[in-house]
T-cell receptor, first 112, second 114 residues
Framework: AQTVTQSQPEMSVQEAETVTLSCTYD???????LFWYKQPPSRQMILVIR??????QNATENRFSVNFQKAAKSFSLKISDSQLGDTAMYFC?????????FGAGTILRVKS | DTAVSQTPKYLVTQMGNDKSIKCEQN?????MYWYKQDSKKFLKIMFS???????INETVPNRFSPKSPDKAHLNLHINSLELGDSAVYFC?????????????FGQGTRLTVV
């Protein structure tokens, strides 16, 4: 069974600084998708960034980028120039076929 | 236009009652999900449907019964509600189109069993 592990329950970062959230996963598949979703206090689930496993190039979306290490089964999220609006719960997720599995989440607090 | 909509947003009910949560997506996606988010924010997959067919059932008690009358709708009926059913329930739909693969979520239904 696929599992997703986020080892950091909580993280804090100063406004304008950079923070990295960790995620590892376990699978025997070679083709799959990885995602980071953000859940602010409004509880809406918002896609931050996605990565197809067959693509070696790391995905980037403005201030958000990933470090995808397929052999190590690692998928970390880097947030640059952190903003107060980035304060939220961040979930790493794995999609294999139709099964979308989430990690336990990391609470990120951006401090002014 | 809301892509994935759930009703109701909030539901407070007594133990033992039966309740339903409705979900509709106007995105034309074939795959839909129900997730349960507990008090620790953990998102657990419950069910997945593809084009009205049940494809994932993650050891959920029989009191939970999903129903998909068509591929745009996935409803969740819960019988004999228990205190432990209190949670936020999310509906989602999945696209794997040319625009990329992504799951779209409803706004969640906060269920409180008293």
């Amino acid at each position: 069974a696929q599992t997703v592990t986020q080892s950091q329950p909580e993280m804090s970062v100063q406004e304008a600084e950079t923070v990295t959230l960790s995620c590892t996963y376990d699978t025997s598949e070679s083709n799959y998708y990885l995602f980071w979703y953000k859940q602010p206090p409004s509880r809406q689930m918002i896609l931050v960034i996605r990565q197809e496993a067959y693509k070696q190039q790391n995905a980037t979306e403005n201030r958000f980028s990933v470090n995808f290490q397929k052999a190590a089964k690692s998928f970390s999220l880097k947030i640059s120039d952190s903003q107060l609006g980035d304060t939220a719960m961040y979930f790493c997720a794995f999609l294999d076929g139709n099964k979308l599995v989430f990690g336990a989440g990391t609470i990120l607090r951006v401090k002014s | 236009d809301t892509a994935v909509s759930q009703t109701p947003k909030y539901l407070v009910t007594q133990m033992g009652n039966d309740k339903s949560i409705k979900c509709e997506q106007n995105l034309g996606h074939d795959t839909m999900y129900w997730y349960k988010q507990d008090s620790k924010k953990f998102l657990k997959i419950m069910f997945s449907y593809n084009n009205k067919e049940l494809i994932i059932n993650e050891t959920v008690p029989n009191r939970f019964s999903p129903k998909s009358p068509d591929k745009a709708h996935l409803n969740l009926h819960i019988n004999s509600l228990e205190l432990g059913d209190s949670a936020v329930y999310f509906c989602a739909s999945l696209t794997s189109g040319t625009g990329g693969t992504e799951a779209f979520f409803g706004q969640g239904t906060r269920l409180t069993v008293v």
